[in-house]
């Protein structure tokens, strides 16, 4: 028994996921997170349940990943997307780091971006939707505080479809951290990397793609090659839902010195500002983070069908 047959000894497969991975149809992993840590009840199982139907419409599986009594999961039925929502921040965040340790005690675990690629890429899912990828936390020079997501994608072979990394975070170091651990980050129809709840940053991207295929070309070439790791595949959230960048870099700003105050940080903090920045915002910044979910899960779901579309054509073309 190789490695990777006795690690799916851990993991269980919805029965829609694991005939679409067996067929090579298109799936999209989703994570969990944002279900039980990102958004109240009861939106944040409505939200699971449309960013599942989103996937589904564009002609792809959805997969949302979670640990569910010590079990990693690959599909999780609708009760068991409630059964998160309800949880809450009482469902253990599971990143890399805690993994072993929750499915050791048998226990609930929300994934994280991180945690989600791990699972994914085990699963031989290679396209993933989230809302915005962890990165470098504001004040790193000085606390060393940068997110597992980012030496996942320096190692996990998962295409991350993100509206840019989280705006609470600092963009341009973030950038920087990807650049150096050989991690694409692309614009989707953007030269520049979106904020999260703004469609701007202010940093320039090295590169745009405005196709489907192209993007899914990229990715089957670099894995092929042996160019281990993931693709950030940067997409603006829509510009009938964005926020201004001045409103949300103010209401961030209050955020973050009130977490300060209370001497939060850690993986609470993000929790932390996703809530004080609703109620800080009338709750625009909730409903533009559903938005950016749902137009995530779209192109990833297109992303994905693409995918495996190639996949399908390299192997006719290498049959003997």
């Known amino acids: 028994m190789n490695d990777r047959q006795a690690l799916r000894g851990y993991l269980d497969f919805s029965e829609e996921v ?34 599942e139907a989103a996937v589904r419409e564009r002609g792809a599986t959805p997969a949302t990943i979670a640990v569910i009594g010590g079990r990693l999961k690959a599909g999780l039925s609708p009760e ?20 072993p340790f929750v499915v ?32 470098v936390h504001r004040g790193a020079t ?15 072979d ?18 920087e951290y990807l650049e150096t651990r050989g991690v694409p980050v692309v614009g989707w129809g953007t030269e520049e990397l979106p904020a999260f709840y703004s469609r701007y940053s202010g940093h320039k991207l090295d590169r745009r793609i405005d196709s489907v295929r192209l993007l899914a070309r990229a ?13 950030v595949v940067a997409n603006p959230i829509p510009a009938e839902y964005a926020m201004g960048k001045a409103e949300i870099d103010a209401i961030i700003e209050r955020a973050l010195g009130e977490a300060a105050d209370l001497g939060i940080k850690g993986k609470e903090i993000t929790p932390f500002l996703l809530a004080r920045i609703s109620e800080l915002s009338g709750g625009e910044s909730l409903d533009s983070n559903i938005r950016l979910v749902l137009n995530n899960a779209a192109l990833a779901a297109d992303l994905a069908v693409a995918y495996a579309g190639l996949l399908r054509e390299d192997s006719e073309e290498n049959r003997p």
């Open 18 to 51: 694991e005939a679409a991975v067996a067929e090579g149809r298109p799936v999209v992993a989703l994570e969990s997170t944002i279900i039980s840590h990102g958004m109240p009840w009861p939106r944040n199982a409505e939200t699971a349940l449309r960013v």
């Open 80 to 99: 068991g997307i409630e059964k998160l929502a309800k949880a809450g921040q009482s469902a253990i965040k599971t990143s890399r780091r805690d993994l």
């Open 104 to 135: 050791a005690d048998g226990a609930d675990g929300a994934t994280t971006v991180a945690a989600t690629m791990i699972v994914a890429d085990l699963a031989g899912i290679r396209v993933f939707a989230t809302g915005g990828i962890g990165g």
């Open 142 to 156: 000085e606390t060393f505080d940068v997110s597992a997501d980012l030496e996942e994608l320096a190692h996990t």
């Open 158 to 175: 998962v295409a991350v479809v993100c509206a840019g990394a989280k705006s609470i975070l600092d963009l341009g170091l973030t950038l």
């Open 219 to 231: 990715m089957l070439i670099k894995w092929k090659l042996g160019l281990r790791g993931g693709i």
